[in-house]
């Protein structure tokens, strides 16, 4: 089937929210080409469960797509429509499974040496759409905070080497209080800026007492739904037939019942969850792998005004021989491993902050938890400086805003 | 010839060399490039036209970012490379890999000269000859003059083709050590957590079949009782320690002619946790060093081999949005498809730099000119500058 047999009654199985969406706009999906259509489809499905910037960024691509004339739809898809698929593709379920068409595609790209071409046509398709649909400006300037090396005594290397260039590095840093200080300055924010699904907090442990004004998500609180997904995954790969791009499509397909969740009343936050262990590799063994993928995929989903991480320490990874001389026993911590970890998952939730809108305006700020040591940047800090004064978490967060 | 070679500077020099930023450095490889493209002298064709030529290739796997190796930031994880190997090779700045980013398709890739299209996660032969086809039936070498070492998953079928010109019992012989390990241990403790070092779906440990290596054939071929092997195995940190014992073992008692390893432990990035990722690039560093120093002690290999040390690919770059930065390869980004290439020993031109892009394709030919192989079905071409 292409795009151009569409009809709204092929979209009876999506949710209903969704199903809503997607007949307004079945003229429009009928112009694209295969090769785009199912990518976009994949986030529509998801519709009922995203996040409230994720919905407005799909309306207005919609919205976007609808108001291109037939002259301008060709320009725009040129690319996409040159893309060769098979027949195996075209005649795949992808209105009601999507998301396995973009797995099956990604295949058939690499194999047909097609992923270049692939990869600048959607790289173009996006430059366009951001050219004429603006995405939302925060309300506030966004704000990340990230606390690493929890348990660790000393640093054995030199930290925020990534982040050095970007911003200002503190070297007496008063640490008294200061999760308590960094907490509250989040809540302080959510507080004065309610906003659904605004403010975050992602911890690679269990979770401090904090205010229910912060959307929370922890490791430590994750514990029975990564043994449930655990447990499953080493049931189904006994089972013929398996192999790891059919264990992957299993895994994405695993909604929270599953997996024993216990719902809440918030279906779009228990959702993500679970696509945070079975969508992310690592994320079901290693507690900053977790904190890391979290913080990305809320930043890039959920768009947040105020992020606050904190990792944890995670198992240590067992060398061979000590798996050869006892293979059950469970591991202790890796700390210092962990703060290499989380170091870098640091940097790479500065990266992610910087790619949302309003990046020129936000602030970061990352802390040595229980050490003398931070680093912050902000419109107002200046790049590779360091100092060497005595401050507070609280004075180095006013100066990076 | 008038190139700039490193021979005469020390570890320490070139170590600062390499240590200006990457894009100084890649200038610098490229000046010094410029003048060393005359091609071949006396010496050089002497060790080419050597029959007793030997030939070891390590992937420096699974997939290792420029910035975490060679370029200035990364080096402190790569000391023996910088200190002992790199002046006394010829260095590739630019390798770039073209084809399927999945570790066992790259480097069923690399060993045809093909961009191979195979699945990835299948156990399925290359669809292309592969070096060892070539250079046993060629050179009518037999079936224990090559040899493969590779991580235990997926890897088993790499050693021959399905191409019908070659085939089955027409290549090398392929040792897993970690299958050899399970099977060295079968009713005794359960090591199937060993198996299940695919980081891309990290619980996962496929069925095999091939030509792979049986348990009998370590006392038979390498002088190895199955106790030794268990017992040195439990003093080793990882599975690529486990494969360079046996290389080493293969070395004394078979002394193949072609020799490749494929290291896998840096793969362990799939997990995200990047002090792993470092781990495994230091290990791997050290490991090649390890295996430098038999190539030079052993008298079958001292003086007549040539090592090729070289990733199958890199890993995705820190600012692809597409990516999360060192923990895959699945973006197809420049980084992911572009790493280096040393070659050192017998016949190679100590502490050159070129900075022109090769393909990962290009292997083959080159060890087949080297060795005195044809690669027919190569998509790649042989690397002058090596021969």
Excluded at chain 1, 4 to 18: C, V
Excluded at chain 2, 204 to 233: C, I, W
Excluded at chain 2, 338 to 344: G, Q, S
Aim: a negative charge.
């Amino acid at each position: 089937m292409l795009p151009s047999d569409l009809k709204s009654e092929l979209f009876a199985a999506y949710p209903p929210e969704a199903r809503k969406l997607v007949t307004a706009y079945v003229p429009t999906l009928q112009r694209l080409p295969l090769a785009y259509v199912p990518s976009l489809l994949r986030e529509v499905i998801e519709y009922d469960f995203k996040f409230p910037a994720e919905r407005k960024a799909l309306e207005k691509e919609l919205t976007n797509l609808s108001s291109l004339s037939s002259e301008q739809t060709k320009i725009w898809f040129q690319a996409f429509a040159q893309i060769r698929l098979s027949p195996e593709l075209e005649k795949s379920d992808w209105v009601n499974a999507p998301a396995l068409f973009v797995e099956n595609l990604s295949a058939h790209l690499w194999t047909t040496h097609q992923l270049d071409a692939f990869r600048m046509a959607a790289l173009d398709y996006a430059d366009q759409l951001h050219a004429v649909v603006h995405p939302e400006q925060p309300v506030i300037p966004r704000l990340g905070i990230t606390v690493i090396g929890q348990g660790v005594v000393s640093a054995e290397e030199p930290l925020f080497r990534k982040l050095r260039p970007h911003g200002a590095y503190f070297s007496n840093v008063k640490p008294e209080g200061g999760l308590e200080t960094l907490l509250k300055a989040v809540v302080d924010r959510a507080q004065a800026h309610p906003i659904p699904y605004g403010h975050w907090y992602v911890d690679g442990g269990e979770p401090a007492a904090h205010d229910p004004a912060l959307t929370c998500v922890s490791y430590g609180t994750l514990g029975p739904t990564r043994a449930a997904l655990s447990e499953k995954i080493r049931s189904d790969i006994e089972r013929p037939g398996m192999g790891p791009e059919a264990l992957r499509t299993l895994m994405a397909r695993l909604r929270p019942a599953d997996l024993g969740f216990v719902a809440t009343s918030d279906q779009v936050l228990d959702r993500f969850q679970v696509k945070l262990l079975v969508e992310g590799s690592g994320t079901q063994i290693f507690s900053t792998t977790f904190a890391q993928w979290a913080a990305r995929e809320v930043l890039r989903r959920a768009q947040p005004h105020t992020l606050f991480v904190r990792f944890a320490p995670r198992q240590r990874q067992k060398p061979m021989n000590e798996m050869l001389a006892s293979s059950r026993e469970p591991a202790e911590l890796d700390p210092a491993g962990s703060l290499v970890d989380a170091d870098m998952g640091a940097y790479y939730t500065w990266l992610n902050l910087q790619r949302l809108t309003g990046a020129d305006k936000s602030s970061s700020l990352v802390w040595f938890e229980g050490h003398s040591e931070a680093i912050a940047i902000g419109p107002s800090l200046p790049r590779g400086t360091t100092s060497s004064a005595a401050a507070s978490l609280e004075q180095i967060l006013s100066w990076a805003a | 010839m008038t190139s700039h070679p490193f021979s005469q500077a020390t570890g320490r020099t070139l170590a600062a060399q390499l240590a200006a930023t990457r894009r100084d450095f890649l200038r610098t490889a490229a000046s010094l490039a410029l003048g060393s493209t005359v091609l071949g002298s006396s010496r050089l064709l002497h060790a080419a036209l050597n029959p007793k030529r030997k030939v070891i290739v390590i992937t420096f796997g699974g997939g290792a970012r420029d910035q975490e190796t060679f370029a200035p930031e990364g080096q402190e994880n790569i000391p023996h490379l910088i200190r002992d190997l790199i002046p006394r090779s010829t260095f590739f700045s630019q390798v770039v890999n073209r084809g399927i980013l999945g570790h066992y398709v790259a480097t069923a890739s690399l060993a045809t000269g093909v961009y191979e299209t195979v699945n990835n996660f299948a156990s399925l032969p290359p669809e292309h000859p592969t070096a060892f086809e070539y250079f046993r039936k060629d050179l009518k070498r037999p079936a224990s003059d090559a040899w493969v070492v590779a991580p235990s998953n997926g890897f088993n079928r790499i050693g021959e083709s399905s191409h019908r010109a070659y085939g089955p019992s027409t290549g090398a012989r392929v040792i897993l050590p970690k299958h050899l390990l399970r099977a060295a241990n079968a009713g005794g403790q359960d090591y199937e957590h060993l198996l299940r070092d695919n980081y891309e779906t990290p619980l996962y440990a496929p069925q095999l079949s091939g030509n792979d290596f049986e348990l009998e054939q370590l006392s038979r071929m390498l002088r190895l009782s199955v106790d030794d092997f268990k017992s040195h195995a439990r003093t080793l940190s990882s599975p690529d320690e486990l494969s360079v014992y046996i290389v080493r073992q293969l070395m004394r008692e078979l002394a193949p002619s072609l020799l490749w390893v494929t290291m896998h432990d840096i793969d362990i990035a799939h997990a995200g946790a990047y002090s792993l990722y470092i781990d495994g690039i230091r290990r791997t560093d050290r490991l090649c060093a390890d295996l430098w120093k038999a190539i030079e002690t052993e008298p079958e290999y001292a003086g007549k081999t040539t090592l090729f040390i070289l990733p199958d690919f890199g890993r995705d770059a820190d600012d692809d949005a597409g990516g999360n930065g060192f923990q895959h390869h699945r973006t197809g980004d420049t980084l992911s498809r572009t790493t280096w290439m040393m070659a050192l020993g017998a016949g190679i031109r100590e502490g050159v730099v070129f900075d022109r892009p090769i393909d990962s394709t290009d292997l083959v030919p080159t060890l087949g000119s080297m060795l005195g192989f044809t690669a027919s079905f190569s998509q790649g071409k042989p690397i002058q500058e090596l021969l």
